[in-house]
Antibody, heavy 124, light 106 residues
Framework: EVQLVESGGGLVQPGGSLRLSCSAS????????MNWVRQAPGKGLEWVSY????????YYADSVKGRFTISRDNAKNSLYLQMNNLRAEDTALYYC?????????????????WGQGTLVTVSA | DIQMTQSPSTLSASVGDRVTITCRAS??????LAWYQQKPGKAPKLLIY???NLESGVPSRFSGSGSGTEFTLTISSLQPDDFATYYC????????FGQGTKVEVK
């Protein structure tokens, strides 16, 4: 069974930093591209960032470009999101999300597995 | 950026009803569209990919159609478990979601 478990969320002041982690199990992690998708309280879904299985390709939404960095450690079956210079509008539930298998690097693509999310609150 | 617009934003329906949700793209996305279901406090769940392909394990009462800029998600006979919010997602150019359609009890 595919499992994605996020951690690292919390309350941070504007301008602060936070590092999110996602622990993956139940599948060959290195074979899948991964993403972070966020959802502000009571709002819709927003794709944040993508990383290919080998980490060779990374993409970011314009809203986070230059502030967030996605990375992964395939030996630890883990995905990360380093978030710097956080703003109030970054407040959201952050989901770790797996691309459906496509046999290579297929960006953009659709998502077949989601974690339960970790809440990030940016407030003074 | 490709904008995705869903209609209606809220839909009131009864068990057994046929329900249709529309998703329009601001430019052609071919068939690169997925549909997700989200229940309160839960993560989204994939229902449909490439506009009309049913994800494994999803009940056959769900179906998708369309191409280009206009797409629909249809639930042929609404069940109690189907009251939820539904999102479309384009994956033609980056990935963007519609604003969601909440299906509520009439």
């Amino acid at each position: 069974e595919v499992q994605l478990v996020e951690s690292g969320g919390g309350l941070v002041q504007p301008g602060g930093s936070l590092r999110l982690s996602c622990s993956a199990s139940g599948f060959t992690f290195s074979s899948f591209s991964m993403n972070w998708v966020r959802q502000a309280p009571g709002k819709g879904l927003e794709w944040v960032s993508y990383i290919s299985g080998s980490s060779t390709t990374r993409y970011y939404a314009d809203s986070v470009k230059g502030r967030f960095t996605i990375s992964r450690d395939n030996a630890k079956n883990s995905l990360y999101l380093q978030m710097n210079n956080l703003r109030a509008e970054d407040t959201a539930l952050y989901y770790c999300v797996r691309d459906s298998y496509c046999g290579g690097e297929c960006f953009p693509y659709y998502f077949d597995s989601w974690g339960q999310g970790t809440l990030v609150t940016v407030s003074a | 950026d490709i904008q995705m617009t869903q209609s209606p934003s809220t839909l009131s329906a009864s068990v057994g009803d046929r329900v249709t949700i529309t998703c329009r793209a601001s430019q052609s996305i071919s068939s690169w569209l997925a549909w997700y279901q989200q229940k309160p406090g839960k993560a989204p769940k994939l229902l449909i990919y490439k506009a009309s392909n049913l994800e494994s394990g999803v009940p056959s009462r769900f179906s998708g159609s369309g191409s280009g800029t206009e797409f629909t998600l249809t639930i042929s006979s609404l069940q109690p478990d189907d009251f939820a919010t539904y999102y479309c997602q384009q994956y033609n150019t980056y990935e963007t979601f519609g604003q969601g359609t909440k299906v509520e009890v009439k």
